[in-house]
Protein backbone atom coordinates (compact mmCIF):
# COMPACT_ATOMS: atom_id res chain seq x y z
CA UNK A 1 0.00 0.00 0.00
CA UNK A 2 2.90 2.28 1.03
CA UNK A 3 4.59 1.81 -2.46
CA UNK A 4 1.29 2.09 -3.87
CA UNK A 5 0.66 5.80 -2.19
CA UNK A 6 4.08 6.65 -3.08
CA UNK A 7 3.45 5.77 -6.96
CA UNK A 8 0.60 7.79 -6.90
CA UNK A 9 1.17 10.94 -4.75
CA UNK A 10 3.33 13.51 -6.75
CA UNK A 11 3.21 13.50 -10.49
CA UNK A 12 7.03 12.97 -11.56
CA UNK A 13 7.93 15.82 -13.18
CA UNK A 14 8.49 13.78 -16.35
CA UNK A 15 4.60 12.79 -16.28
CA UNK A 16 3.78 16.15 -17.92
CA UNK A 17 5.52 15.19 -20.82
CA UNK A 18 4.24 11.86 -20.77
CA UNK A 19 0.78 12.63 -20.96
CA UNK A 20 0.88 14.86 -24.08
CA UNK A 21 2.57 11.75 -25.52
CA UNK A 22 0.95 8.91 -24.19
CA UNK A 23 -2.40 10.64 -23.35
CA UNK A 24 -3.34 12.94 -25.69
CA UNK A 25 -2.31 11.71 -28.99
CA UNK A 26 -2.83 8.50 -28.24
CA UNK A 27 -6.34 6.57 -29.13
CA UNK A 28 -8.42 4.72 -26.92
CA UNK A 29 -9.72 1.12 -27.20
CA UNK A 30 -12.99 3.02 -29.15
CA UNK A 31 -10.84 4.62 -31.77
CA UNK A 32 -11.28 8.46 -29.98
CA UNK A 33 -8.73 9.96 -28.64
CA UNK A 34 -8.26 10.84 -25.28
CA UNK A 35 -8.81 13.93 -23.66
CA UNK A 36 -8.82 14.99 -28.05
CA UNK A 37 -8.05 18.28 -28.86
CA UNK A 38 -7.41 19.72 -25.49
CA UNK A 39 -3.40 19.96 -24.76
CA UNK A 40 -3.76 19.21 -20.93
CA UNK A 41 0.20 20.82 -20.43
CA UNK A 42 -1.32 24.04 -21.85
CA UNK A 43 -3.99 23.67 -19.22
CA UNK A 44 -1.53 23.09 -16.88
CA UNK A 45 0.51 26.27 -17.77
CA UNK A 46 -2.26 28.39 -17.47
CA UNK A 47 -3.28 26.11 -13.58
CA UNK A 48 -7.32 26.82 -14.41
CA UNK A 49 -8.53 24.82 -11.39
CA UNK A 50 -6.53 21.54 -12.10
CA UNK A 51 -7.30 17.92 -10.47
CA UNK A 52 -5.19 15.14 -10.16
CA UNK A 53 -6.90 12.35 -11.55
CA UNK A 54 -6.46 8.43 -11.19
CA UNK A 55 -6.88 7.33 -15.06
CA UNK A 56 -7.61 2.81 -15.23
CA UNK A 57 -8.06 1.65 -18.92
CA UNK A 58 -9.76 -1.20 -19.94
CA UNK A 59 -6.76 -3.33 -19.79
CA UNK A 60 -5.56 -2.00 -16.51
CA UNK A 61 -3.05 -0.09 -17.32
CA UNK A 62 -3.27 3.23 -14.60
CA UNK A 63 -2.11 6.90 -14.71
CA UNK A 64 -2.16 9.79 -12.69
CA UNK A 65 -3.30 12.60 -14.94
CA UNK A 66 -3.81 16.54 -14.14
CA UNK A 67 -7.26 17.75 -15.80
CA UNK A 68 -9.49 20.34 -15.41
CA UNK A 69 -12.92 20.25 -14.72
CA UNK A 70 -14.10 21.93 -18.04
CA UNK A 71 -11.76 19.17 -19.76
CA UNK A 72 -13.82 16.60 -17.85
CA UNK A 73 -17.26 17.88 -18.22
CA UNK A 74 -16.65 17.49 -22.03
CA UNK A 75 -14.55 14.83 -22.28
CA UNK A 76 -17.74 12.47 -20.45
CA UNK A 77 -20.44 14.65 -21.81
CA UNK A 78 -21.27 15.48 -18.07
CA UNK A 79 -23.02 18.85 -16.42
CA UNK A 80 -21.49 20.56 -13.56
CA UNK A 81 -23.64 19.09 -11.09
CA UNK A 82 -23.33 15.30 -11.87
CA UNK A 83 -19.18 16.28 -11.38
CA UNK A 84 -20.19 17.39 -7.72
CA UNK A 85 -20.73 14.49 -6.86
CA UNK A 86 -17.33 13.67 -6.91
CA UNK A 87 -16.52 16.38 -4.76
CA UNK A 88 -15.18 14.64 -1.69
CA UNK A 89 -16.36 17.57 0.52
CA UNK A 90 -19.82 16.96 -0.13
CA UNK A 91 -21.84 14.33 1.36
CA UNK A 92 -24.38 12.67 -0.85
CA UNK A 93 -26.14 9.76 -0.53
CA UNK A 94 -24.79 7.10 -2.69
CA UNK A 95 -25.93 7.52 -6.09
CA UNK A 96 -25.02 5.63 -9.22
CA UNK A 97 -26.04 8.50 -12.53
CA UNK A 98 -26.27 6.43 -15.60
CA UNK A 99 -25.71 9.61 -18.29
CA UNK A 100 -24.89 8.80 -22.06
CA UNK A 101 -21.30 8.60 -22.59
CA UNK A 102 -20.17 7.82 -18.26
CA UNK A 103 -21.86 6.44 -15.25
CA UNK A 104 -21.07 9.02 -12.27
CA UNK A 105 -20.76 6.46 -9.01
CA UNK A 106 -21.06 8.12 -5.39
CA UNK A 107 -20.77 5.29 -3.38
CA UNK A 108 -19.44 5.76 0.01
CA UNK A 109 -15.31 6.15 -0.06
CA UNK A 110 -15.47 4.76 -4.16
CA UNK A 111 -16.69 8.22 -6.37
CA UNK A 112 -15.71 7.92 -9.95
CA UNK A 113 -16.73 7.88 -13.50
CA UNK A 114 -16.83 4.72 -15.17
CA UNK A 115 -16.97 5.00 -19.16
CA UNK A 116 -16.91 2.62 -21.98
CA UNK A 117 -12.92 2.56 -21.88
CA UNK A 118 -11.62 4.16 -18.20
CA UNK A 119 -12.16 4.98 -14.90
CA UNK A 120 -11.03 8.22 -13.39
CA UNK A 121 -11.00 8.53 -10.02
CA UNK A 122 -10.21 12.20 -7.93
CA UNK A 123 -6.87 11.24 -6.80
CA UNK A 124 -6.78 9.94 -2.99
CA UNK A 125 -4.67 8.06 -0.53
CA UNK A 126 -7.56 6.81 0.82
CA UNK A 127 -7.21 3.43 1.42
CA UNK A 128 -10.30 2.32 0.10
CA UNK A 129 -9.75 4.09 -3.48
CA UNK A 130 -5.83 2.72 -3.52
CA UNK A 131 -7.44 -0.84 -2.61
CA UNK A 132 -9.98 -0.22 -5.69
CA UNK A 133 -7.16 1.07 -8.02
CA UNK A 134 -5.69 -2.26 -7.06
CA UNK A 135 -8.82 -4.77 -7.23
CA UNK A 136 -9.96 -2.88 -10.53
CA UNK A 137 -6.22 -3.59 -12.18
CA UNK A 138 -6.70 -7.01 -11.06
CA UNK A 139 -9.90 -7.47 -12.26
CA UNK A 140 -9.05 -6.17 -15.58
CA UNK A 141 -6.32 -8.08 -16.24
CA UNK A 142 -6.68 -11.78 -17.76
CA UNK A 143 -4.02 -13.53 -15.39
CA UNK A 144 -6.28 -12.04 -12.81
CA UNK A 145 -2.55 -11.66 -10.65
CA UNK A 146 -2.26 -8.25 -11.15
CA UNK A 147 0.34 -7.66 -8.11
CA UNK A 148 0.42 -4.19 -5.82
CA UNK A 149 3.63 -2.81 -7.64
CA UNK A 150 1.25 -2.57 -10.86
CA UNK A 151 0.07 0.49 -10.55
CA UNK A 152 1.93 3.27 -12.06
CA UNK A 153 3.70 0.62 -14.27
CA UNK A 154 2.69 3.47 -16.82
CA UNK A 155 5.58 5.28 -15.99
CA UNK A 156 7.81 2.66 -17.33
CA UNK A 157 6.61 2.49 -20.85
CA UNK A 158 4.39 4.07 -23.18
CA UNK A 159 4.31 1.11 -25.42
CA UNK A 160 3.48 -1.69 -22.69
CA UNK A 161 0.34 0.12 -22.80
CA UNK A 162 -0.89 -0.23 -26.00
CA UNK A 163 0.40 -3.90 -26.29
CA UNK A 164 -1.71 -4.83 -23.39
CA UNK A 165 -4.81 -2.93 -24.88
CA UNK A 166 -5.41 -6.13 -26.80
CA UNK A 167 -8.04 -7.27 -24.45
CA UNK A 168 -10.19 -4.17 -24.13
CA UNK A 169 -13.95 -3.86 -24.73
CA UNK A 170 -15.13 -2.36 -27.89
CA UNK A 171 -18.25 -2.83 -29.95
CA UNK A 172 -16.66 -5.88 -31.70
CA UNK A 173 -15.87 -8.03 -28.81
CA UNK A 174 -19.17 -7.36 -27.26
CA UNK A 175 -21.17 -8.87 -29.54
CA UNK A 176 -18.88 -11.56 -30.34
CA UNK A 177 -17.71 -12.57 -26.95
CA UNK A 178 -20.51 -15.05 -26.15
CA UNK A 179 -18.35 -16.34 -22.88
CA UNK A 180 -21.29 -16.64 -20.18
CA UNK A 181 -18.32 -14.67 -17.84
CA UNK A 182 -18.16 -11.91 -20.07
CA UNK A 183 -19.21 -8.62 -18.91
CA UNK A 184 -17.97 -5.33 -20.47
CA UNK A 185 -15.99 -2.43 -18.67
CA UNK A 186 -18.47 -0.37 -17.04
CA UNK A 187 -19.82 -3.10 -15.67
CA UNK A 188 -16.92 -4.81 -14.25
CA UNK A 189 -15.56 -1.46 -12.83
CA UNK A 190 -19.04 -0.75 -11.47
CA UNK A 191 -19.19 -4.46 -9.88
CA UNK A 192 -15.43 -3.82 -8.04
CA UNK A 193 -16.82 -0.37 -6.92
CA UNK A 194 -19.83 -1.81 -4.90
CA UNK A 195 -17.42 -4.52 -3.58
CA UNK A 196 -15.35 -1.82 -2.74
CA UNK A 197 -18.40 -0.03 -1.00
CA UNK A 198 -19.36 -2.93 1.16
CA UNK A 199 -16.04 -3.81 2.33
CA UNK A 200 -15.68 -0.36 3.44
CA UNK A 201 -19.44 -0.77 5.29
CA UNK A 202 -18.53 -4.17 6.39
CA UNK A 203 -15.34 -3.25 8.41
CA UNK A 204 -17.45 0.09 9.65
CA UNK A 205 -20.34 -2.01 11.11
CA UNK A 206 -17.35 -4.35 12.31
CA UNK A 207 -15.75 -1.50 13.79
CA UNK A 208 -18.61 -0.23 15.51
CA UNK A 209 -19.98 -3.27 16.45
CA UNK A 210 -16.84 -4.69 17.93
CA UNK A 211 -16.78 -1.26 20.18
CA UNK A 212 -19.87 -2.00 21.44
CA UNK A 213 -19.35 -5.59 21.91
CA UNK A 214 -22.08 -7.47 19.97
CA UNK A 215 -19.80 -8.94 17.53
CA UNK A 216 -18.70 -12.59 17.75
CA UNK A 217 -15.25 -13.92 16.93
CA UNK A 218 -14.93 -15.58 13.58
CA UNK A 219 -18.01 -14.06 12.18
CA UNK A 220 -16.84 -11.10 10.32
CA UNK A 221 -16.18 -12.58 6.93
CA UNK A 222 -19.10 -13.68 6.47
CA UNK A 223 -21.66 -11.25 4.87
CA UNK A 224 -18.80 -10.04 2.56
CA UNK A 225 -18.29 -13.28 1.14
CA UNK A 226 -21.16 -14.28 0.63
CA UNK A 227 -21.49 -10.68 -1.17
CA UNK A 228 -18.66 -11.14 -3.53
CA UNK A 229 -19.85 -14.52 -4.02
CA UNK A 230 -22.90 -13.49 -5.52
CA UNK A 231 -21.44 -9.85 -7.49
CA UNK A 232 -18.74 -11.86 -8.80
CA UNK A 233 -19.92 -13.08 -12.21
CA UNK A 234 -16.65 -15.77 -12.38
CA UNK A 235 -17.22 -17.61 -9.26
CA UNK A 236 -15.82 -20.35 -10.52
CA UNK A 237 -12.82 -22.86 -9.31
CA UNK A 238 -10.29 -21.21 -11.57
CA UNK A 239 -11.40 -17.69 -10.43
CA UNK A 240 -11.13 -18.88 -7.00
CA UNK A 241 -8.23 -20.22 -7.04
CA UNK A 242 -6.65 -16.69 -9.22
CA UNK A 243 -8.62 -14.59 -6.38
CA UNK A 244 -6.64 -16.86 -3.37
CA UNK A 245 -3.28 -16.72 -5.73
CA UNK A 246 -3.70 -12.95 -5.48
CA UNK A 247 -4.44 -12.75 -1.62
CA UNK A 248 -1.35 -14.81 -0.99
CA UNK A 249 0.52 -13.12 -3.23
CA UNK A 250 -0.74 -9.76 -1.50
CA UNK A 251 0.10 -11.54 2.15
CA UNK A 252 3.73 -12.50 1.03
CA UNK A 253 4.43 -8.44 0.42
CA UNK A 254 3.02 -7.92 3.76
CA UNK A 255 4.95 -10.23 5.06
CA UNK A 256 8.67 -9.44 3.32
CA UNK A 257 7.45 -5.61 4.60
CA UNK A 258 6.60 -6.35 8.47
CA UNK A 259 9.59 -8.40 8.72
CA UNK A 260 11.59 -5.51 7.73
CA UNK A 261 10.07 -3.39 10.36
CA UNK A 262 10.59 -5.88 12.99
CA UNK A 263 14.08 -6.27 12.24
CA UNK A 264 14.71 -2.18 12.73
CA UNK A 265 13.28 -1.94 16.46
CA UNK A 266 15.91 -1.15 18.14
CA UNK A 267 16.88 -4.18 20.46
CA UNK A 268 16.31 -2.51 23.96
CA UNK A 269 12.83 -1.26 23.01
CA UNK A 270 11.85 -4.50 21.92
CA UNK A 271 12.63 -5.61 25.22
CA UNK A 272 11.11 -2.79 27.24
CA UNK A 273 8.15 -3.91 24.66
CA UNK A 274 8.12 -7.92 25.58
CA UNK A 275 8.08 -6.61 29.30
CA UNK A 276 5.36 -4.32 29.24
CA UNK A 277 3.37 -6.94 27.47
CA UNK A 278 3.67 -9.96 29.76
CA UNK A 279 3.36 -7.62 32.92
CA UNK A 280 0.08 -6.87 31.39
CA UNK A 281 -0.91 -10.34 30.87
CA UNK A 282 0.62 -11.55 34.35
CA UNK A 283 -1.38 -9.27 36.18
CA UNK A 284 -4.69 -9.66 34.09
CA UNK A 285 -7.55 -11.74 36.31
CA UNK A 286 -8.47 -13.42 33.06
CA UNK A 287 -4.71 -14.68 32.91
CA UNK A 288 -4.76 -15.31 36.20
CA UNK A 289 -7.81 -17.56 36.50
CA UNK A 290 -6.94 -19.38 33.48
CA UNK A 291 -6.13 -23.51 33.99
CA UNK A 292 -4.79 -24.32 30.91
CA UNK A 293 -3.53 -22.78 28.45
CA UNK A 294 -1.61 -22.85 24.74
CA UNK A 295 1.22 -20.98 23.85
CA UNK A 296 4.05 -20.49 21.37
CA UNK A 297 7.97 -20.84 22.89
CA UNK A 298 9.01 -17.30 21.70
CA UNK A 299 11.84 -17.48 18.83
CA UNK A 300 13.95 -14.02 19.26
CA UNK A 301 15.40 -14.19 15.86
CA UNK A 302 12.05 -14.16 14.04
CA UNK A 303 11.38 -10.75 16.21
CA UNK A 304 8.57 -12.37 18.05
CA UNK A 305 7.30 -11.11 21.43
CA UNK A 306 8.82 -13.08 24.18
CA UNK A 307 6.88 -15.29 26.19
CA UNK A 308 9.46 -16.63 28.33
CA UNK A 309 7.95 -14.72 31.18
CA UNK A 310 5.38 -16.03 31.07
CA UNK A 311 6.27 -19.91 30.22
CA UNK A 312 7.88 -19.70 33.48
CA UNK A 313 4.89 -18.22 35.34
CA UNK A 314 2.68 -20.88 34.17
CA UNK A 315 4.73 -23.63 35.23
CA UNK A 316 5.31 -22.28 38.80
CA UNK A 317 3.48 -24.39 41.30
CA UNK A 318 0.69 -23.53 42.95
CA UNK A 319 -0.65 -20.37 43.49
CA UNK A 320 0.93 -18.86 41.60
CA UNK A 321 1.24 -21.09 38.74
CA UNK A 322 0.23 -24.68 38.53
CA UNK A 323 -1.34 -24.33 35.44
CA UNK A 324 -1.89 -26.84 32.79
CA UNK A 325 0.13 -25.47 29.56
CA UNK A 326 0.47 -27.00 25.83
CA UNK A 327 3.15 -25.91 23.44
CA UNK A 328 3.22 -26.48 19.10
CA UNK A 329 5.20 -29.33 18.43
CA UNK A 330 5.63 -29.18 13.97
CA UNK A 331 4.39 -32.57 12.64
CA UNK A 332 5.05 -32.07 9.06
CA UNK A 333 5.40 -29.20 6.31
CA UNK A 334 1.84 -30.37 5.94
CA UNK A 335 0.29 -27.20 8.30
CA UNK A 336 0.07 -30.09 10.76
CA UNK A 337 0.50 -28.85 14.25
CA UNK A 338 0.12 -30.35 17.59
CA UNK A 339 -0.05 -28.58 21.03
CA UNK A 340 1.63 -30.97 23.20
CA UNK A 341 1.67 -30.71 27.27
CA UNK A 342 4.91 -29.74 28.51
CA UNK A 343 5.87 -29.25 32.84
CA UNK A 344 9.32 -28.41 32.57
CA UNK A 345 11.02 -25.54 29.79
CA UNK A 346 13.99 -27.94 29.91
CA UNK A 347 11.98 -30.55 27.97
CA UNK A 348 12.16 -28.58 24.88
CA UNK A 349 14.12 -28.91 22.05
CA UNK A 350 15.20 -26.87 18.78
CA UNK A 351 13.75 -27.72 15.73
CA UNK A 352 14.83 -27.58 12.17
CA UNK A 353 13.05 -23.74 12.05
CA UNK A 354 15.30 -23.13 15.49
CA UNK A 355 12.40 -23.38 17.00
CA UNK A 356 12.14 -25.21 20.62
CA UNK A 357 9.45 -27.92 21.16
CA UNK A 358 8.75 -30.58 22.99
CA UNK A 359 9.67 -34.38 21.73
CA UNK A 360 6.11 -36.48 21.42
CA UNK A 361 7.72 -38.22 24.84
CA UNK A 362 8.39 -37.12 28.34
CA UNK A 363 11.71 -38.04 29.83
CA UNK A 364 9.86 -40.85 31.09
CA UNK A 365 9.26 -42.32 27.94
CA UNK A 366 5.34 -41.72 28.18
CA UNK A 367 3.26 -39.98 25.26
CA UNK A 368 2.55 -35.95 25.90
CA UNK A 369 -0.96 -35.67 25.72
CA UNK A 370 -2.14 -33.62 22.59
CA UNK A 371 -4.58 -30.76 24.01
CA UNK A 372 -6.88 -32.31 20.83
CA UNK A 373 -7.29 -35.33 23.05
CA UNK A 374 -7.72 -34.07 26.68
CA UNK A 375 -10.50 -34.37 28.38
CA UNK A 376 -10.90 -30.99 29.48
CA UNK A 377 -10.83 -27.38 27.42
CA UNK A 378 -8.25 -24.55 27.34
CA UNK A 379 -9.18 -21.21 28.54
CA UNK A 380 -7.14 -18.95 25.93
CA UNK A 381 -4.54 -19.67 23.50
CA UNK A 382 -1.43 -17.00 23.37
CA UNK A 383 -0.89 -16.69 19.73
CA UNK A 384 2.31 -15.48 17.55
CA UNK A 385 2.11 -13.46 14.64
CA UNK A 386 3.94 -11.08 11.91
CA UNK A 387 0.84 -8.62 11.49
CA UNK A 388 -2.66 -7.86 13.16
CA UNK A 389 -5.48 -5.42 13.39
CA UNK A 390 -8.16 -3.82 15.51
CA UNK A 391 -10.64 -5.76 13.82
CA UNK A 392 -9.10 -9.29 14.70
CA UNK A 393 -7.06 -10.21 11.49
CA UNK A 394 -3.81 -11.58 11.66
CA UNK A 395 -0.89 -12.65 9.02
CA UNK A 396 0.84 -15.47 10.11
CA UNK A 397 4.02 -16.67 9.32
CA UNK A 398 2.37 -18.42 5.70
CA UNK A 399 2.27 -22.20 6.87
CA UNK A 400 -1.14 -22.11 8.09
CA UNK A 401 -0.40 -24.31 10.91
CA UNK A 402 -2.26 -21.97 13.08
CA UNK A 403 -5.75 -21.31 11.34
CA UNK A 404 -5.53 -24.89 10.96
CA UNK A 405 -4.85 -26.06 14.46
CA UNK A 406 -7.23 -23.01 15.47
CA UNK A 407 -10.02 -24.50 12.95
CA UNK A 408 -9.77 -28.11 14.59
CA UNK A 409 -9.92 -27.11 18.09
CA UNK A 410 -12.89 -24.84 17.37
CA UNK A 411 -14.63 -27.46 15.89
CA UNK A 412 -13.62 -30.14 18.66
CA UNK A 413 -15.04 -27.20 21.00
CA UNK A 414 -17.88 -27.01 19.63
CA UNK A 415 -18.58 -30.61 19.34
CA UNK A 416 -17.91 -31.40 23.20
CA UNK A 417 -20.00 -28.21 23.83
CA UNK A 418 -17.31 -26.31 25.48
CA UNK A 419 -16.53 -22.76 25.90
CA UNK A 420 -14.34 -21.49 22.81
CA UNK A 421 -11.08 -20.79 23.54
CA UNK A 422 -10.10 -16.93 24.03
CA UNK A 423 -7.60 -15.95 21.34
CA UNK A 424 -5.10 -13.47 22.58
CA UNK A 425 -2.63 -12.63 19.90
CA UNK A 426 1.16 -10.85 21.05
CA UNK A 427 2.15 -8.04 19.16
CA UNK A 428 4.57 -5.41 19.60
CA UNK A 429 3.13 -1.89 18.60
CA UNK A 430 4.35 -1.65 14.99
CA UNK A 431 3.07 -4.63 14.17
CA UNK A 432 -0.44 -3.79 14.60
CA UNK A 433 -1.76 -1.87 11.62
CA UNK A 434 -4.35 0.07 9.56
CA UNK A 435 -8.06 -2.06 9.50
CA UNK A 436 -8.06 -3.50 5.67
CA UNK A 437 -4.48 -3.87 5.24
CA UNK A 438 -4.25 -7.58 6.13
CA UNK A 439 -5.56 -9.47 3.29
CA UNK A 440 -7.55 -12.11 4.66
CA UNK A 441 -9.24 -15.53 3.10
CA UNK A 442 -12.07 -17.61 4.46
CA UNK A 443 -9.82 -20.15 6.46
CA UNK A 444 -7.96 -17.20 8.65
CA UNK A 445 -8.93 -17.27 12.01
CA UNK A 446 -10.17 -14.32 13.97
CA UNK A 447 -8.57 -13.67 16.98
CA UNK A 448 -10.59 -11.96 20.28
CA UNK A 449 -8.02 -9.47 21.54
CA UNK A 450 -4.32 -8.30 21.12
CA UNK A 451 -1.92 -7.48 23.85
CA UNK A 452 0.11 -4.61 23.00
CA UNK A 453 3.11 -2.56 25.47
CA UNK A 454 0.07 -0.13 25.52
CA UNK A 455 -2.66 -2.16 27.21
CA UNK A 456 -5.49 -4.91 26.09
CA UNK A 457 -7.68 -4.61 22.88
CA UNK A 458 -10.57 -6.44 23.13
CA UNK A 459 -11.89 -7.46 19.68
CA UNK A 460 -14.95 -9.39 20.20
CA UNK A 461 -17.95 -10.11 22.25
CA UNK A 462 -16.39 -12.86 24.45
CA UNK A 463 -13.11 -10.88 24.78
CA UNK A 464 -15.52 -7.80 26.08
CA UNK A 465 -17.08 -10.31 28.63
CA UNK A 466 -14.10 -12.23 29.67
CA UNK A 467 -11.57 -9.66 29.97
CA UNK A 468 -12.82 -7.75 32.22
CA UNK A 469 -12.74 -4.49 30.19
N1 LIG B 1 7.37 -19.54 18.12
C1 LIG B 1 6.61 -20.04 17.15
N2 LIG B 1 6.37 -21.32 17.10
C2 LIG B 1 5.63 -21.83 16.09
C3 LIG B 1 5.12 -21.01 15.08
C4 LIG B 1 5.41 -19.63 15.14
O1 LIG B 1 5.00 -18.81 14.30
N3 LIG B 1 6.16 -19.18 16.20
N4 LIG B 1 4.39 -21.56 14.07
C5 LIG B 1 3.48 -20.87 13.31
O2 LIG B 1 3.05 -21.29 12.29
C6 LIG B 1 4.57 -22.98 13.81
C7 LIG B 1 5.84 -23.16 13.03
N5 LIG B 1 5.79 -22.45 11.81
C8 LIG B 1 6.78 -21.65 11.34
C9 LIG B 1 6.66 -21.13 10.07
C10 LIG B 1 7.68 -20.35 9.55
C11 LIG B 1 8.78 -20.06 10.31
C12 LIG B 1 9.89 -19.22 9.78
O3 LIG B 1 11.02 -19.33 10.21
N6 LIG B 1 9.63 -18.31 8.87
C13 LIG B 1 10.59 -17.37 8.34
C14 LIG B 1 10.63 -17.39 6.83
C15 LIG B 1 11.07 -18.69 6.29
C16 LIG B 1 10.99 -18.73 4.80
O4 LIG B 1 10.34 -17.88 4.18
O5 LIG B 1 11.58 -19.66 4.24
C17 LIG B 1 10.17 -15.99 8.76
O6 LIG B 1 8.96 -15.78 9.01
O7 LIG B 1 11.03 -15.11 8.82
C18 LIG B 1 8.90 -20.58 11.57
C19 LIG B 1 7.88 -21.37 12.09
C20 LIG B 1 4.60 -23.73 15.09
N7 LIG B 1 5.47 -23.14 16.04
N1 LIG C 1 -8.16 -24.72 8.25
C1 LIG C 1 -7.31 -24.99 7.24
N2 LIG C 1 -7.30 -26.19 6.64
C2 LIG C 1 -6.46 -26.47 5.64
N3 LIG C 1 -5.55 -25.59 5.15
C3 LIG C 1 -5.51 -24.38 5.71
C4 LIG C 1 -6.37 -24.01 6.79
N4 LIG C 1 -6.06 -22.75 7.15
C5 LIG C 1 -5.07 -22.34 6.33
N5 LIG C 1 -4.74 -23.31 5.46
C6 LIG C 1 -3.74 -23.24 4.40
O1 LIG C 1 -2.47 -22.86 4.91
C7 LIG C 1 -1.75 -22.10 3.94
C8 LIG C 1 -1.19 -20.84 4.52
O2 LIG C 1 -2.25 -20.00 4.92
P1 LIG C 1 -1.99 -18.53 5.39
O3 LIG C 1 -1.10 -17.82 4.45
O4 LIG C 1 -3.29 -17.90 5.74
O5 LIG C 1 -1.16 -18.86 6.71
P2 LIG C 1 -0.87 -17.95 7.93
O6 LIG C 1 -2.14 -17.48 8.57
O7 LIG C 1 0.09 -16.91 7.57
O8 LIG C 1 -0.10 -19.02 8.83
P3 LIG C 1 -0.45 -19.54 10.29
O9 LIG C 1 -1.89 -19.94 10.31
O10 LIG C 1 0.47 -20.70 10.48
O11 LIG C 1 -0.15 -18.47 11.23
C9 LIG C 1 -2.73 -21.83 2.82
O12 LIG C 1 -2.43 -22.69 1.77
C10 LIG C 1 -4.07 -22.12 3.45
O13 LIG C 1 -5.01 -22.52 2.49
Known amino acids: MADLKERLLPLKPASAI???ESVVNRPTASGRHAF???DVVEVK????GLKSWIRVDTSGNSQVIEVDKFTMMRRCDLPARDLRL???VFVYPSTILGREKANVVNLEQIRCIITADEVLLLNSLDKYVLQYVIDLQRRLTTTGG?????VGKVWQSDHSEMNQRRGSRNFENLYSNTSPDYLPFEFRALEVALEAACTFLDTQWYTRAAAKGVVISGQLWQPN????????CNNDNTNNHDDLDSIFKQKRILRTQVRKTLKAIDPSLRSQQDNAIQDIIL?????????RLCAYISCSALREVDTFKLLSQILQPPPSGGKKLYVPRVEDKNSNMRMLNVSRIDDLVANSMNILEPDPVDADGNAREDVLQANEPVDILLLPGLAFDKSGRRLGRGGGYYDTFLKNYQDLAETQNWKQPLLVALSYSQQILDDGVIPVTSTDVLVDALVSPEGVIPISSAAFNRMDI
Open 225 to 232: RLLRMSTN
Open 146 to 150: GEVGD
Open 283 to 291: GAPWFKSSL
Open 36 to 38: QGV
Open 45 to 48: KRGQ
Open 86 to 88: LDP
Open 18 to 20: NLR
